[in-house]
């Protein structure tokens, strides 16, 4: 019996330290797993395309965590607009979200057609060839500033063009 | 519809059936009765179904095709029909829908009208869209196609479908076919 045991606690020790990277964004820090690690967040592939509309754009990039925890994209905040929140692509559907999770040692794409940022109440029309400064905030890293380069508005990351 | 990541595949689906032309009857940009079948008879004609409030997909579908237009002849350009539904005919009134699309490519055609005949249309060719409902912050979600439908010249049917996935190099390589009414 004693020589069973072995091998299945090592399985549960190992499913603990699963449970307390993956669980990091429950709020509770008290498990064995969330002292192996914190988020190492960087942002590349940052772009916008050209608006239409002199209300509204969308924003694109790749949040890349190094680090053994998972965080969260909680708000982001734009000089060129009043307002900026996050969205799902849900079918046909855009949906508002609260947060959109960064995985340990994982990455959150935003990507046309998907995840994206939408841009509100614009207080000019970005052009291509501009910047428009972005800041994310996370729920446990500190805030990232992103110089987000406007793309023409048929831009396409695999392309380039 | 998984069509994400699918940069080698061909953008394209010609349809062994292709769909009828939706029988609409609708409002176009100038405040006009327009009739879809009648105003596109041996048109090449692409059809979306969009919103004007919309950051991403819609924006990018219509830019998409303006751009890969633009490459083709004139007098090809001046034949192609590219008819943009709104799924949002509350706030899309003919001069929104106007202003949008002129910022897209001023020969392109915008329709409006009562949204009951417009999902109706749409379902005829397998685009499924809920009407506009507003979300706990008051804020109105609309919905948008996720394909754009080619319709031949020669036989008025819907034989090319294009997903979301489809970028501007996919509509460049396949406009001139399609304007002949030819396979892409």
């Not at chain 2, 991403?56 to 004139?74: E, G």
């Not at chain 2, 034989?159 to 304007?179: C, S, W």
Request: hydrophobic residues 35%; proline residues 6%.
């Amino acid at each position: 019996m004693r020589r069973r045991l072995g091998p299945a606690a090592l399985v549960l020790a190992g499913a603990l330290a699963l449970a307390g990277c993956g669980g990091s964004d429950s709020g509770s820090d008290s498990g064995s797993g969330s002292a192996d690690g914190k988020a190492e967040l960087s942002v590349g592939s940052a772009y916008m395309p050209q608006p239409v509309s002199d209300e509204m754009a969308a924003g694109f990039f790749t949040v890349t965590n190094k680090g053994g925890a998972a965080d969260e994209l909680t708000s982001v905040t734009s000089d060129v607009a009043g307002q900026v929140t996050v969205h799902e692509t849900v079918g046909g559907a855009m949906r508002e979200v609260k947060d959109l999770k960064v995985p340990a040692h994982g990455e959150l794409v935003l990507k046309s057609g998907g995840d994206h940022l939408m841009f509100e109440q614009l207080k000019r029309k970005p052009k291509e060839g501009q910047t428009v400064t972005v800041e994310l905030r996370f729920a446990r890293s500190g805030p990232v500033k992103v110089e987000m380069p406007v793309k023409s508005a048929t831009y396409h990351p695999k392309t380039g063009h | 519809m998984v069509s994400e990541d699918a940069g080698t595949e061909k953008a394209a689906t010609v349809l062994d059936k292709p769909f009828e032309k939706p029988d609409l009857v609708l409002t176009d940009t100038q405040g006009k009765k327009y009739d879809l079948r009648k105003e596109t008879e041996g048109k090449p004609t692409l059809i979306y179904f969009g919103y004007t409030h919309c950051p991403d997909v819609c924006p990018s579908t219509m830019s998409n095709i303006a751009v890969a237009k633009k490459q083709l002849p004139k007098a090809e350009q001046d034949d192609l029909r590219v008819v943009f539904v709104t799924t949002d005919p509350d706030r899309d009134n003919p001069a929104e829908l106007g202003k949008w699309l002129k910022g897209i490519d001023p020969q392109f055609i915008g329709l409006t009208g009562d949204f009951a005949t417009i999902q109706a249309g749409a379902r005829t060719l397998g685009i499924s869209i809920d009407a506009p409902r507003k979300d706990k912050n008051g804020k109105v979600i609309s919905e948008h196609g996720t394909q754009v439908i080619a319709f031949s010249p020669k036989t008025d049917g819907g034989y090319v479908l294009y997903g979301e996935g489809a970028t501007v190099d996919d509509y460049t390589k396949d406009l001139p076919a399609i304007v002949k009414g030819a396979n892409p």
